[in-house]
């Protein structure tokens, strides 16, 4: 790695990766995309108990990738950087190249 700066980078990137590197913080975001939801709906929707979602969210909420406010008793997440739906697009885009490899492979036996 070539500075402090760089490797700050690295690291902080990497703290993203890993906030969001789990099925059912996936699922959530892909939730989000959307629009915002309570974390009622999100719970329901990921099929999870709301204190196990909360958990998820706050990981989310401190590495920057979702926001939340209160609306009277709820708590109301958004995306705070839509862009992650792009990451996720692209690990799409590998598992389809993946699964085509594979094909090939097995073919060639």
């Given at each position: 790695m070539s500075d402090k700066n760089?490797?700050?980078?690295?690291?902080?990137?990497?703290?993203?990766?890993?906030?969001i590197g789990h099925p059912l913080r996936i699922a959530i975001i892909d939730f989000l995309r959307d629009g915002e939801q309570c974390v009622c709906d999100i719970a329901q929707h990921v099929g999870s108990e709301r204190s196990?979602?909360?958990r998820h969210l706050s990981v989310m909420v401190?590495?920057?990738?979702l926001e939340c406010r209160?609306?009277?008793?709820?708590?109301?997440?958004?995306l705070k950087t839509p862009c992650v739906l792009d990451f996720l697009s692209c690990a799409s885009r590998v598992l389809t190249h993946r699964a085509k490899d594979s094909e090939k492979l097995l073919r060639a036996l």
């Open positions: 760089t490797q700050l980078r690295y690291e902080k990137q990497a703290e993203i990766a890993k906030a196990n979602v909360s401190r590495a920057g990738v209160k609306e009277g008793l709820n708590v109301i997440y958004r």
